[in-house]
């Protein structure tokens, strides 16, 4: 049975996810940041015949994030939840992505891992910068260009969604910068006090094998836990993992993403 959270869910929500958050660090992080009152935001469960939570499904504009302990979850529950939402994108473990994708022919899956950083080299950051508001454009039209960072994106909507997060200070973006036009980012796309998620490593073309994407990288990653965060990553494809071990990351669970292709 599927049920939507409000907000005397909240302690058996984080009671069922307990230490396990790496395996749904989105989905714990923006509750905790906005509960279950937010527009953008929203948190369902799936109960099983003694109303003990099985799964949680949580959709952040047009994604979804499915989260179970296990795989005993209720895959009709799931199924269903999908079909009545339409997202561009669903994120889960290897496992969950891999149990639902034949019921979505629609989508195309893609499988990583999460990884997680505890040391990080100081190297010299002085051509680093913390981006402004107004840089948010060019990182978002910079970030499309490239199909596993934003393909799956509306640029106006990245846009609308970086500029969100640095506001509310829910993410933060560095950058470097050649003659003003930025060639290098790399960002938080979720924080708070207690964790830190990266994402959007990036460097123009032109301007790879210079060692930007590592210093910006380590920059980011060694400013996070100087604050005291756990940092933790995505990443997908054979040069991402290597670039993340480069820095410092350990795999701590298998992760996958189903993006759709077709309505």
């Known amino acids: 049975m599927l049920m939507q959270c409000d907000m005397s869910w909240r302690t058996p929500v984080l009671e069922y996810i307990g230490d396990d958050y790496s395996k749904c660090l989105y989905l714990y992080i923006n509750l905790n940041k906005y509960g279950f009152n ?28 499915i989260y179970s302990h296990h795989a005993a979850y209720a895959l009709d529950d799931i199924v269903e939840f999908i079909g009545a939402n ?3 994108i669903i994120t ?26 505890k040391n990080v080299v100081n ?29 799956h994106y509306d640029a106006t909507l990245l846009e609308h969604q970086l500029k969100e997060r640095h506001a509310e200070g829910f993410g933060r973006n560095y950058v ?25 490593l ?19 990653c060694s400013d996070l836990l100087r604050e005291g965060k756990e940092v933790f990553a995505y990443y997908y494809t054979f040069q991402a993992h290597k670039m993340h071990e480069k820095v410092g990351f350990e795999i701590v669970s298998s992760w996958a993403k189903l993006v759709k292709t077709s309505d």
């Open 92 to 117: 889960g473990t290897g496992q969950i992505i891999n149990h639902i994708q034949e019921y979505l022919p629609e989508y195309e899956a893609e499988f990583g891992s999460v990884g997680q950083i």
């Open 38 to 65: 937010n527009s953008n935001f929203n948190v369902w469960v799936s109960l099983d015949d003694n109303g003990e939570i099985n799964a949680l499904m949580a959709k952040y504009y047009t994604g979804i994030h």
């Open 176 to 200: 470097v910068k050649s003659n003003g036009t930025i060639i290098s980012h790399c960002a938080t796309y979720a924080q708070t006090n207690q964790l830190g998620v990266t994402s959007g």
């Open 86 to 88: 339409n997202p561009s």
């Open 123 to 151: 190297l010299d950051s002085s051509n680093i910068e913390i981006a402004s508001i107004d840089d948010m454009y060019e990182i978002s039209r910079l970030l499309i260009e490239d199909e596993g960072l934003g393909g």
């Open 202 to 220: 990036f460097t123009k073309p032109e301007e790879r094998g210079k060692g930007y994407a590592y210093s910006i990288y380590c920059k980011l």
